[in-house]
């Protein structure tokens, strides 16, 4: 049955049925309430508790309210209404609309209450009554009168509601024990409320015991102290025990008399101060940090270096360079102990191994190991810690990271030091100077830890993508080892002797798959672009998986098989033919390793301007000013040409940003493509940069360079004659491949490339 009443909204006050509640109002508009309710709704007012007074909408009102009856009610002289409500029982409110400009009215409908199995309901109804009498005779303040009223009366709805109302619960617990119909649902987290109210009562109960026995008639100073120090004892804390720890420690260090007394006068003004002070947790967390350094814990180094070069060996393929400079380390370090460690700079593209490496040298001189990466790094102050006055200060990544490892002499991986910011907070590499620095790093002082601590033993080995990028200061401190792309039969050894046996060790495989190295040759050429071997880890991961959960019970896997197990995995390499003037191939060095890439040149009738494309930095575009100079000047077309003519050049792979000096030759080769009308084979690439007097400048990375075009396929590659000498490190199989044509000056480019086909072509 639907039926209307006025809503009265109480604020942190919940009136359940069967309560009687006493209320002064004060506000003239729920006195216009409670005259209109005797009047029209036979003294009955809805009661609704919203848990936001400030709700703007009838929508965030609880559906569900409590009928109460108005017993009585007062006019007072001061103008207040004084009333009595009782509460009658639980309805739901179906809707609520305007009574007046500032009343509020609802719809409600009687609640069905459910019923439950007798037997179930007679437990938990002695359960309550009798968990209500251990509360009421462990809390000798609260009266025990309702003890009478819940044995006159076995209703399980009105014992849940009469408790309720009993209890010194919050306001919101009893705004949830109104909204909840399920009596039984009421009775159960009454008497888990009632339990936690009954420990909790035992625990103050215990405290104020342990300080009734010590108190006396001193200040009530003293008896705050003394409560406060149960308190904690209760929470396990003990400042005596605490101090007797840190002296210990301390002890034990043997550090040097500055040092020590330094932390000797903090452990005792921690003893001097009091408990309440907020700076005691401050002085805690420093002592912990300061004490529990590895100030002369050393981890002992393995300086063999015959099985130290044996250990590098079996986890990673090829790095002579880097595995050398160990092995020297190792071979230095037997005659001298003292040796400072290097400062090793590992530059090279993503996935060939340069921390891998760095873990296995850890790893195989038996020290202790961690990674800090500062890749975006532009605070100082994460490097070298901040002050102790500043909120949740701690130590930097340094210090933090000889904690962990809790030895003197750990391996540091700095990684991506090329990449880190230097702006208005710091500049983070001049910080790394005197983390780095032998002649310096004895005496590093971190702003958190204040005191010196020696970073000479540590072996510090850092890593970048792009030397171009470290800041010269630093890299003018660093042993740089440049790490360049892998061959494709270098990634073929390191697939069948690495990358295949891990995947299988990894999957628990009996049983290895059957593959002709053929096959794994087109795998990697059609299904990995990378300088490393990440990539190709994951595709020859996702190969092993399909096949072992295929239907198909043999492991052989050729050629054919590829495109089944690895689907839209291929990748689209550039391999078109050059069939028209103004294009060719340009080699380049990018931080993920070398590439090829397309120069194209276009000239059309215009504004005489040079338009430049492909995401070039500024000394590429300086290139292309040079190489029209040069042209210009030589004479190899009239320059009438140039006039009223737009110039247009583009690299391709706009994604990659080109910023090197080293694409001159490609351009003014595609410019005099476009110029004279002569197309250039797509096996042929060029690189290096050239003078305005047509001299070819010595370039940078020429073996990732030549790596891209073998992997590109080009069979001819003109570079600096500068760079003769780089030869002796290209790998055997690529100079076999390629015929490396080396020049001083572009005329010789032009005679072999230009030369015979304009005097064919009788252009002049």
Known sequence: ???????????????????????????????????????????????????????????????????????????????????????????????????????????????????????????????????????????????????????????????????????????????AYMQEINSEKRALSLIRDIKMEIKYQKLDEKIEHSVEIKLSNEQEEFYLKEKLKEIEKTLGYNTKNDILEYNELLNNLHLDSKTEQKIHNEIKKLECMPESSPEISVLRSYLDWILNLPWHLESKENLNAKNVLASLNKSHYGLESIKNRIEDYVNIKNINPDISSPIICLVGPPGVGKTTITESIALSLNREFAKISVGGLNDATELVGSRRTYLGSLPGKIIQALRKCNTNNPVILIDEVDKMVKDYKGDPASTLLDILDSNQNKNFIDNYIEEPFDLSHVLFI??????????????????????????????????????????YDDFKMSKKLVMKDETLIYLINNYTKEAGVRNLARVLRTLVTKVITSKNESLTVTTTDLSKYLKDDVVELENTKITTSGIVNALAYTDIGGTSLRCEASIYNGEEKIIVTGSLGSVLKESIQVAISYIKEQGYVSNTVFYNHTIHIHLLDGATKKEGPSCGVAITTALLSKLLDVPVSEEVAFTGEISLKGNILRIGGLKEKLIAAYNAGIKKVYIPATNESELANIPLPILEKIEIKLVSNYETIYNDVFASKNSENNIA
Do not use: C, H, W
């Open 462 to 503: 850092l890593t970048a993508n792009s030397k171009d990028n470290i800041p010269y200061t630093l890299y003018d401190r660093l042993e740089v080892i440049e790490l360049s792309s892998y061959t494709v039969f270098e990634k073929l050894d390191m697939a069948k002797k690495y990358l295949l046996p891990k995947i």
């Open 1 to 175: 049955m639907e039926y209307p009443l006025l809503v009265m909204l109480l604020k942190d006050l919940v009136i359940l049925p069967f309560q009687e509640i006493k209320l002064e109002l004060k506000d003239e508009n729920s006195k216009k309430i409670i005259k209109i309710s005797s009047k029209k709704y036979n003294d009955r007012v809805l009661i609704v508790s919203p848990l936001n007074m400030g709700t703007s909408s009838v929508d965030d009102l609880p559906k569900v309210g409590v009928i109460a009856v108005i017993k009585s009610k007062i006019d007072l002289p001061n103008g207040n209404l004084r009333l009595t409500l009782r509460g009658e029982k639980r309805v739901r409110v179906l809707e609520y609309e305007s009574f007046s400009q500032d009343i509020l009215a609802s719809y409600v409908t009687d609640i069905v209450l459910p019923k439950f199995e007798v037997t179930g309901e007679e437990v938990i109804k002695n359960k309550l009554k009798d968990i209500l009498k251990e509360f009421i005779d462990s809390n000798p303040s609260v009266s025990n009168s309702i003890l009478k009223t819940i044995e006159e009366n076995n209703d399980l709805s009105f014992l849940t509601d009469v408790v309720t109302s009993f209890l010194p619960l919050k306001t919101i617990q009893k705004q």
